[in-house]
Structures are given as C-alpha cells and as structure tokens.
C-alpha cells in the first residue's frame, strides 16, 4: 500500500510538474570559494561540503527536481549521490549536464526520458550541477 501510494504521488507529481516551467529568472547571490586546478585539460573543481546552503541547492528547491529526483535515493530518475559519483566534478561535466537538464534527455539511466526545461537559464543549470556534483561521496 505505502509503495502504491508513493507511486501515485510520485506520478502525480511528475504530470504537474512536467504541465509548467520554472520560468523564474531569480538570480540569487552568494559567494562561494572554489578551487580549480588544470589536469589533462579538464578543470577540476572542488566539492562544496554537502552541509552548506549553495545556490543550486536553492533553485533546485524552487523547481520542480524534486518530483522525480531525491538527494539519496532513486525515484523516477536517479539519486543526485548517483550523479555524483558518476560524473567527475569538471567544466566539462557542468555544461554538459546542465545541457541535459535544458534539453532533457534519454537512455543515460534507463527508458524514461527526463522533461526538459528550457526556461532554465544556463547559468542556474549549471549551479544545480554544480550542488549536485558537490555531494560525491
């Protein structure tokens, strides 16, 4: 019964979040220290400790992430830890999942397709990432 109803609202979630935008042109200000270094021409850039409040957390709160991904555990697509521990945190990796985050995509980690949001600007794409890929383990 408890999984049913997660379903359902899982479900549930996923139609009304997929039926509008973000649309928010928000931008929030903090600063934040990042160290980079140069190996094999991929800039590294360092893990934010996973306690602190960065920016992309924030927008990804205000979006609509959270109806089909959680920070620890697979919903409708995968834990932001499995990105994480996926993905090398690099400029890279950055633009490319916030380019999957824009466009949406398929295939990557299974047969559900992730909705698009092209309302997102780049630039918060990019610092969703950038909390996402902070959480590696």
Known sequence: ??????????????????????????????????????????TTVSAQTASETLPGEKLIAKADCLGCHNKEQKVIGPAYVDIAAKYPSNEANISHLADVVIKGSKGTWGDLPMTPHPNLSVDDAKQMVTWILSLKK
């Open 1 to 42: 019964m408890k999984h049913t109803t997660l379903l359902i609202l899982g479900c549930l979630s996923l139609t009304i979040a997929s039926c509008g935008g973000s649309g928010s042109s928000e931008k929030t200000e903090e600063t934040t220290t990042t160290t980079t270094t140069t190996t094999d021409s991929s």
